[in-house]
């Protein structure tokens, strides 16, 4: 999973879409690989207000990167400043886990990520 | 023709053996590829998105989603969902570019509410019309599907699912479960009434820059031939316009079908070597 999809899922358990503390999910054992992605402006142009920032933060910390700036980079700073995009692309596009579990803070159910594929199956008792 | 959404489920139907076979294919590559163009077109992207792909296999719609070019709006990024472990298995081997879960869509779709621009779904969702071994019912895992759907999409959002339904039973079954879940929605045909007839559901949600643009469905459907518009918000049914045979509209049509049919699009793979680093 990168770093981008953990920042968009959320727990899927029933009793957990009210539950403010079911996103995001925290990463447990995370084993990350850097990929090569080509560079996508536009695309980060268009997500960034999506991005939730505080939850990107919490994402970053428990994988083990220094910690992000307080505010998000505004659409002009990632035209402006090659370093910001750079970065930002990095974290989410280029960062991936592939092992490891994400873990819900509300019910603590733990989704498994092998080969970089979360296993979000869920027994019929808990939709 | 026997169809194995009435035997079996998907997972189990697609195993590895299928699941090789059926991405080896170069009869269904190619016809995944021109379905998946298709409803990239009826998407009508400007710019490059972040899009889900429902029931996503082995990544024969996705790449489509990848290959798009800068000029054309593109490459999108998209996160694909699939209950079949030996299709993403092969979605792996493939080195795909999209994020991949196991996840079953009649579960819901776990993104928060307008995660994704748009949603494609190529030859998949006609599978939650059978209820298979679990106990909920085929509408109810409809009803999950969409209702996740609809949420996970950003406002002014819009998805096109390609489906095989079984009979009108089905069209109706799925289309109006969409339409509940507050989409606006038009099926549209391609090639009616032939034995290679392709439905594809359009699907819109309100709000956003669609509105202000003047078009929702009925706008991204208008001047389309064979479409039926179902709206939550009028409950009527519009009448199925359909092209008189070997008029202009119908040649270009027809040329515009085969032009699509004749076209192999193949994706490269921009994954180099991964370097393995361990977190902490
Ligand atoms: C015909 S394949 C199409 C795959 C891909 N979209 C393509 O165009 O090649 C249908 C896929 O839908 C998946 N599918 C069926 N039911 C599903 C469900 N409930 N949840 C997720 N995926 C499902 C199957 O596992 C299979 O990979
Ligand atoms: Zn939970």
């Not at chain 1, 960062?95 to 970089?116: D, F, N, P, W």
Request: proline share 5%; aromatic share 6%; glycine share 8%.
């Amino acid at each position: 999973m990168k770093v981008l999809s953990l920042n968009f899922l959320t727990c899927a358990v029933k009793t957990c879409k009210t539950q403010s503390d079911s996103y995001p999910l925290h990463p447990k054992d995370a084993e990350l690989v850097q990929d090569d992605i080509e560079l996508n402006e536009a695309f980060l142009i268009n997500l960034l207000p999506r991005i939730d920032w505080k939850a990107l933060s919490t994402t970053a910390t428990e994988l083990g990167f220094p910690a992000l700036p307080s505010t998000p980079p505004t659409p002009e700073d990632l035209r402006a400043d090659a370093k910001t995009l750079r970065d930002l692309h990095n974290l989410l596009l280029e960062t991936q886990m592939v092992e490891g579990k994400l873990v819900c803070a509300s019910c603590g159910h733990e989704y498994a990520v092998r080969e970089g594929i979360a296993n979000f199956l869920l027994p019929s008792h808990l939709v | 023709m026997s169809r194995p959404e009435d035997t079996l489920s998907a997972d189990i139907h697609y195993n590895d053996t299928e699941a090789r076979k059926y991405t080896t294919s170069s009869r269904i590559q190619n016809i995944q590829a021109s379905m998946a163009e298709r409803a990239l077109e009826l998407l009508d992207l400007k710019s490059p998105s972040l899009i889900l792909d429902v029931g996503c296999g082995s990544g024969l719609s996705g790449e489509i989603l990848s290959a798009v070019p800068p000029d054309e709006g593109g490459p999108h990024i998209w996160i694909g969902m699939d209950i079949a472990p030996s299709m993403l298995d092969v979605a792996l081997q493939r080195d795909v570019e999209g994020d991949l879960m196991l996840a079953d869509i009649g579960q819901g779709v776990p993104f928060r509410a307008g995660t994704f621009d748009a949603a494609i779904s190529i030859s998949a969702i006609q599978w939650l019309c059978n209820a298979e071994s679990s106990d909920i019912s085929p509408m109810g895992r409809l009803s999950r599907f969409f209702d996740g759907l609809y949420a996970s999409l950003k406002r002014g959002g819009r998805a096109v699912c390609q489906f095989y339904p079984k009979n009108d039973e089905q069209k109706k079954m799925i289309t109006g479960a969409a339409v509940k879940a507050g989409f606006g929605a038009g099926l549209l045909e391609d090639d009616p009434e032939t034995k290679n007839v392709k439905y594809y559901l359009v699907l819109t949600v309100g709000g956003g820059s669609l509105e202000e643009k003047g078009g929702d469905i009925t706008g991204v459907v208008k001047g389309m031939d064979d479409v039926d518009i179902l709206d939550s918000r009028i409950q009527k049914k519009s009448g199925k316009g359909e092209l008189k045979k070997g008029s202009k509209a119908w040649i270009i049509h027809k040329k515009e079908q085969m032009e699509r049919k004749g076209k192999v699009v193949k994706a490269t793979s921009k994954y180099t070597g991964r370097k393995r680093r361990i977190a902490f």
